[in-house]
């Protein structure tokens, strides 16, 4: 088991302020290589403060890993060193047995680019590209057929409840709208690990379960993880 002094926990719940809720997407078998596997991670932030040390996790294909736990005690801050977008200050992180540690920043992006969907809590969704270019952009990055990327985005936003919205632009979305797309975004180039930072947290209830829904589904059908 990993802890640290501000409550996160990877294992097994032990009360409402940390732990880890655990399912797996249909009845895949754990291979030899993980699709995730974290060891010894650990990361201070300035002024010292430990958020996580001794950190330990392995997420195989087809299963879904939650992380619990009160603001502040790193959980945005583990996704992004998961999606190598900030570094630790120890151990080792790798995504289907390749090591971010010995990637540069180059091989880190492709990495991104070919394997993570990533929802962000900020959405980061481009005010001047319409709803089918933002996302279709993860598809475009890879230089997939154009007709094709912007076929699979409005597949996409059909699925998270916008459909025909698809040229409107970013300003006439509400925050739940919004919130849609960067999930659809994230989902479109099917990845192999879907990281969500509170995917369903400006979403009514109705559709937070259509997203998760879709989650499952998405997931089961790539072999991936989330």
Known sequence: MATNDAGLALAPSRGPRAGVSRGRFGSSVP??????????LKKTVPGGRVLFEGLDLRVDRGEFVAIKG???VGKSTLLNLVAGL?????????????????LDDDA???????????????FHILPHLTLNQNIALPLVLQRADCDAAMKRAAEMLTA???????????????????????????LVHRPSLLLADEPTGNL???????????????????GAAT
């Open 31 to 40: 291979s030899m290589t993980p699709l995730l596997a974290l060891s010894a």
């Open 70 to 72: 009160e603001s502040g």
């Open 86 to 102: 900030d570094v630790p200050d120890s151990g080792q992180i790798a995504i289907d047995g390749v090591g971010l540690g010995g």
């Open 108 to 122: 880190r992006t492709l990495l991104r680019r070919q394997s993570i969907g990533f929802v962000f809590q900020a």
């Open 160 to 186: 998270v409840g916008l459909e025909g919205r698809g040229e409107d632009y970013p300003r006439a979305l509400s925050g739940g709208e919004l919130q849609r797309v960067a999930i659809a975004r994230a």
């Open 204 to 222: 009514d209830p109705e559709t937070a379960t259509r997203i998760l829904e879709l989650f499952a589904k998405e997931v089961r059908n790539a």
